[in-house]
Structure formats: structure tokens, C-alpha cells
């Protein structure tokens, strides 16, 4: 039982340059989102999906676009990759209206 | 907005020893979860608790949900305990956005 699976685990860019981070789960969960963690600001949402082919943003959307076109995956993807986008990036899912999420390992990236 | 407040936020504790980590809760919630997020970064979900007690071996915790609080229990700490613990409780709206702790930093030293 894989659960959230998140790849790649760690991730060197050069600033402008573009990459995908794949969140994948195995638990049908309807809903999936994205997070960044950065020292001192704790976790922070920047999109989600309450189900295929719906997505929305959340706290800090700006240079961050993600689709969802099955119920399993749902890529985030940097456009032109920023110095500010260095963060530690967890996708995580739940079942809507049981209040349980589940994260991934998470995903170091860096923006040189 | 719903504040969830962590106390105490740094804890040094001796290998073997127990230790209790609070976390208050600004409005009434029928969701609370801990994590544990290990030195390598990883978040693990502990306990999954809107209300009551639930163990899972050294581990245990308490929420009573009318009084807006939760308690993270560890007992016989082991090195591999250190970490940073995290409540969490879960908007119930469309975004589903996680509201966190700040967190109690824990170092279990052997």
C-alpha cells in the first residue's frame, strides 16, 4: 500500500528553467493538494483538487500550475522556476468529509 | 480564523524519559490530527483524534473537543523521537486547507 507517493525526492533547478513535481496516491481519495513548507512560515497551501478535472488555488498560487485529470495524479508544475520557489513541497490527499489527510515524503527543491 | 497553538515549543528530553506537548484550539472542531515530522523531513500522520484517546504503542493522545484541547503523550522517549510534532485541525470548507500548530521542537538525547 503506496499511499501519497511523491517523486522526485530532491531537485536542483537553475532560475527559469521549468519541472513537474508528480503526486501520485492509491487510496481513490477525491480530494488532493499541495503544500510548501519554508522556515518559519510553517506549511502553506497553494492548490487543490476536490476531484478530476477540478482544480483551485489556495494561499500562494502565484508561479504554480497543476491539473488533475484522474482521480490518482495531480502534477504540479513550475513554469519558470524562481529563487523563491526553493522550498520543501508535500502533496497530500484525503477522503472528503473525513477529516484525515495523508502526505507524501515530500520533494526538497532548490532554485539557483 | 481557527488558531491552534503548541506549547511548549522546544523540549530536551533524556532517553527514557515522558513528556506531554498541549495543543489549544481557538474554535470548537469535530477533526484534530498529530504528525511527526522526522530530521529527514518527512511527515507522519500519529493519530488521527477529533475526540477521545487513542494509543499506538509509546505513543498516545487525548482530545477533549469541548474544552479545545489536545495532548500528544510520550512515554520511554527513544532518540528516534526527536523531531518537530505538529496538530493540525482541517478546514471543512471546499479547500480542505490544513491549519497547523507552530509546532513543538523535540530532542531526545541518548
Known amino acids: 500500500n503506496a499511499g501519497v507517493t511523491q517523486t522526485p525526492k530532491f531537485q536542483v533547478l537553475k532560475t527559469g528553467q521549468s519541472m513537474t513535481l508528480q503526486c501520485a496516491q492509491d487510496?481513490?481519495?477525491?480530494?488532493m493538494s499541495w503544500y510548501r513548507q519554508d522556515p518559519g512560515m510553517g506549511l502553506r497551501l497553494i492548490h487543490y483538487?476536490?476531484?478530476?478535472?477540478?482544480?483551485d488555488q489556495g494561499e500562494v498560487p502565484n508561479g504554480y500550475n497543476v491539473s488533475r485529470s484522474t482521480t490518482e495524479d495531480f502534477p504540479l508544475r513550475l513554469l519558470s522556476a524562481a529563487p523563491s520557489q526553493t522550498s520543501v513541497y508535500f502533496c497530500a490527499s484525503s477522503y472528503p468529509g473525513s477529516g484525515e489527510l495523508f502526505f507524501g515524503e515530500g520533494s526538497r527543491l532548490t532554485v539557483l | 480564523g481557527i488558531q491552534v497553538e503548541q506549547s511548549p515549543p522546544d523540549l530536551i528530553l533524556q532517553e527514557g524519559a515522558n513528556s506531554t506537548l498541549r495543543c489549544n484550539f481557538s474554535d470548537s472542531v469535530n477533526n484534530l490530527q498529530w504528525f511527526h515530522q522526522n530530521p529527514w523531513g518527512q511527515l507522519i500522520n500519529l493519530f488521527y483524534i477529533p475526540s477521545g484517546t487513542k494509543q499506538n504503542g509509546r505513543l498516545s493522545a487525548t482530545t477533549v473537543a469541548t474544552e479545545r484541547y489536545s495532548l500528544l503523550y510520550i512515554s520511554s522517549s527513544q532518540t528516534t523521537d526527536s523531531g518537530v510534532y505538529f496538530c493540525a485541525v482541517l478546514l471543512m470548507d471546499s479547500s480542505y486547507k490544513l491549519i497547523f500548530g507552530s509546532g513543538t521542537r523535540l530532542l531526545v538525547r541518548p
Open positions: 487510496m481513490n481519495h477525491e480530494y
Open positions: 483538487s476536490v476531484g478530476a478535472g477540478i482544480t
